[in-house]
């Protein structure tokens, strides 16, 4: 249990369906992210959210579209998807986002992931 | 191609042998972490490891940053059954702009332990 909890686990569509996938942490982290996983290929950041705000958009397809309504809530909302968007979506939270600024590094620290939901598009 | 590349892709080793994890990174890095996943399930943190030379040890798993070649290695002593998953490096990298990096990781080696 790492605090943080992504609902569904499982989740099968069809491409014109609407669905959401929901993260929710209980840590006090200031940031949110959402990470794909494919197989056999790196973790790909999709997008990430500091204090609220979206602070990266890793040129995602806007069939996948994130809302961040508070600190401890971020949701995926994805809408007529393609087949090869079948994966698994994780969700992780970390104190806050990392930062290089002009009074040294900030390193991002540890990220606290959910158990993923896994995507199946027909 | 990848900013992290893992070798090797897969392992399969004895019950009770050594192992090594390789992670080298095309870019510099400010901050390397060691994740480990079960199929299918999240990451779970194992360490971080942040300047050249840096070594941490949690139980028989042992990680290095040798920072100027930009890699790092994660070592595992008398392998258990328990050490079967998928380990991830990960890094701080610099974004292009000023300020702001991004944690990006690599493709992960799977490592599988025979009894």
């Known amino acids: 249990e790492t605090g943080v909890t992504q609902t569904p686990r499982h989740l099968v569509m069809g491409m014109t369906n609407k669905k959401s996938l929901k993260c929710e942490q209980h840590?006090?982290?200031?940031?949110m992210y959402w990470y794909k996983q494919s197989a056999k290929k790196p973790l790909e950041l999709m997008f990430v959210?500091?204090?609220?705000?979206?602070?990266e958009n890793n040129s995602v397809p806007s069939r996948f579209s994130p809302e961040c309504p508070n600190s401890s809530h971020l949701f995926l909302h994805l809408h007529t998807l393609q087949p090869e968007d079948s994966a698994l979506y994780l969700c992780?939270?970390?104190?806050?986002?990392?930062?290089?600024?002009?009074?040294?590094?900030?390193?991002?620290?540890?990220?606290?992931f959910g158990e993923g939901s896994r995507l199946t598009v027909l | 191609s990848q900013e992290l590349e893992q070798s090797p892709q897969s392992l399969i080793v004895q019950e009770g042998k050594n192992l090594t994890i390789n992670c080298t990174s095309s870019?510099?890095?400010?901050?390397l972490y060691w994740y480990k996943q079960k199929y299918g399930e999240g990451l779970i943190f194992l360490m971080m490891?942040?300047?050249?030379?840096e070594e941490k040890s949690h139980e028989k798993i042992t990680a290095k940053l040798d920072e100027k070649k930009q890699q790092s290695s994660l070592h595992i002593t008398a392998s258990q059954p328990s050490h079967a998953g998928i380990y991830l490096c990960?890094?701080?990298?610099?974004?292009?702009?000023?300020?702001?990096?991004?944690?990006?990781f690599g493709a992960g080696t799977i490592l599988r332990v025979k009894s």
């Open positions: 992780a939270s970390s104190q806050e986002e990392g930062r290089l600024g002009t009074s040294g590094r900030l390193s991002t620290g540890e990220l606290f």
């Open positions: 840590l006090g982290h200031n940031a």
């Open positions: 959210y500091n204090f609220k705000e979206q602070t």
């Open positions: 870019k510099t890095l400010y901050g």
């Open positions: 490891l942040q300047k050249g030379g």
């Open positions: 990960g890094a701080d990298i610099k974004l292009k702009g000023e300020y702001g990096n991004k944690l990006v």
